[in-house]
């Protein structure tokens, strides 16, 4: 069965610095992968998402993510954050067929200091 | 364009209670239907998912069901509420393809 580790419960940047979001997956195949975003109070809105090919993928908001096989991760990146930014953000895997379902890592709450 | 409806927002309660939570979606047909669950620090949960009328799928033992009567109609139910039930409770679909889902805007769900 698949599963997702975030391993940073809570991740406070400055205004301008670069984020970096870790996420590792298990899957025996190569897995659906998503980053989504909620902020406090609503629903979850997708940002990226890879299948297949370009391991490194664009997302709205200028995040990127990059797939990386040998190290099972999926890690969410950003170049520089902007206070709007402030979230909680979930990495999730899907596996292959056709209930789609998917399953979230336990989210990363990130903060963004002035 | 599709969207995604669900209410209410915010509902509080008694233990031993029933419940009914109600997500429809609008602008697509016979899509897929997931019931999250959303407790702090523990992610989402998936309660129930639903891949057409009346076939639901259920993830973990708990006091709650669901139901699909129509194609864009998902229900989450439970006869007596527990203290426990209390969430965040998210309803979302996606195609057929595996492109992702949509969320609603969730319930906040307290129970006293």
């Known amino acids: 069965a698949q599963s997702v580790t975030q391993p940073d419960i809570h991740i406070t940047v400055s205004e301008g610095a670069s984020l970096e979001l870790r996420c590792n997956y298990s899957y025996g195949a190569t897995p659906y992968l998503f980053w989504y975003v909620q902020s406090p109070g609503q629903g979850l809105q997708l940002l990226l998402k890879y299948f297949s090919g370009d391991t490194l993928v664009q997302g709205i908001k200028g995040f990127e993510a990059e797939f990386k096989r040998s190290q099972s991760s999926f890690n969410l990146r950003k170049p520089s954050v902007h206070w709007s930014d402030a979230a909680e953000y979930f990495c999730a895997v899907g596996a292959r067929g056709a209930t789609n379902k998917l399953i979230f890592g336990t989210g990363t709450l990130l903060a963004v200091q002035p | 364009s599709q969207t995604i409806h669900q209410w209410p927002a915010t509902l509080v309660q008694p233990v031993g209670s029933p419940l009914s939570l109600e997500c429809t979606v609008e602008?697509?047909?016979?899509?897929?239907l997931y019931w999250y669950r959303q407790a702090a620090g523990r992610g989402l949960q998936l309660l129930f998912y639903?891949?057409?009328?009346?076939?639901i799928s259920s993830e973990v033992p708990q006091n709650l069901s669901a139901s699909r009567p129509q194609d864009r109609q998902f229900i989450l139910s439970s006869k007596k509420l527990l203290l426990s039930d209390s969430g965040f409770y998210l309803c979302?679909?996606?195609?057929?393809?595996?492109?992702?889902?949509?969320f609603g805007s969730g319930t906040r769900l307290t129970v006293v």
């Open positions: 979302a679909w996606s195609g057929k393809g595996h492109y992702g889902y949509t």
């Open positions: 602008g697509t047909s016979n899509p897929n």
């Open positions: 639903s891949v057409g009328i009346g076939q």
